[in-house]
């Protein structure tokens, strides 16, 4: 039942306790239990909201950062990700298996100076980093599932 909840929850975190509890033959009350559970053992860590930012706030620029990392003796890659994670301007820091590079890193700034300015002065400068590479987001077709902006015609006449 617990990965029905959270597969449920994925899709659609605003569900009533009663909807859920109908969908999976149970009370709101235990529906509700059952989501209190799973938060209290740290499992679901919080709901966030998908917006599509073109129609909320253009200024905003999103990048994906490829960090090259040294690790560190007996802790490996997780202190400079804990360094990395508590700057307000990163949204997601994770461990990449294999390839050119070994951490990611997920920011938001204000303008393309503002994510510049984080990259050369913060991260570049944290010991343990050896390179970096920035890729700018151009825009956003689907997010956890959700197609963004779906509905627009291609200007282009395609489609």
């Given at each position: 039942?617990?990965?029905?909840?959270?597969?449920?929850?994925?899709?659609?975190?605003?569900?009533?306790?009663?909807?859920?509890?109908?969908?999976?033959?149970?009370?709101a009350?235990?529906?509700?239990?059952?989501?209190?559970?799973?938060?209290?053992?740290?499992?679901?860590?919080?709901?966030?909201?998908?917006?599509?930012?073109?129609?909320?706030?253009?200024?905003?620029?999103?990048?994906?950062?490829?960090?090259?990392?040294?690790?560190?003796?007996?802790c490996?890659?997780?202190?400079?990700?804990?360094?990395?994670?508590?700057?307000?301007?990163?949204?997601?820091?994770?461990?990449?298996?294999?390839?050119?590079?070994?951490?990611?890193v997920?920011?938001?700034?204000?303008?393309?100076?503002?994510?510049?300015?984080?990259?050369?002065?913060?991260?570049?400068?944290?010991?343990?980093?050896?390179?970096?590479?920035?890729?700018f987001?151009?825009k956003?077709?689907k997010?956890?599932?959700?197609?963004?902006?779906?509905?627009?015609?291609?200007?282009?006449?395609?489609?």
């Amino acid at each position: 039942m617990r990965n029905e909840i959270i597969r449920i929850l994925q899709q659609n975190a605003r569900i009533s306790d009663a909807a859920l509890g109908e969908i999976l033959g149970i009370s709101a009350a235990q529906a509700a239990a059952e989501i209190k559970k799973l938060e209290n053992e740290g499992i679901i860590k919080g709901y966030s909201v998908i917006l599509d930012e073109d129609k909320f706030d253009k200024s905003t620029v999103y990048a994906t950062i490829q960090l090259k990392v040294t690790p560190q003796r007996d802790c490996g890659f997780d202190d400079i990700a804990k360094t990395i994670m508590v700057y307000d301007e990163v949204e997601s820091v994770s461990l990449m298996s294999s390839g050119a590079y070994d951490l990611s890193v997920e920011v938001k700034g204000s303008d393309l100076k503002d994510v510049a300015f984080f990259v050369s002065e913060r991260l570049a400068t944290i010991e343990g980093i050896l390179s970096t590479s920035t890729h700018f987001l151009l825009k956003k077709y689907k997010e956890k599932g959700i197609f963004i902006d779906s509905e627009q015609a291609d200007e282009r006449g395609i489609g």
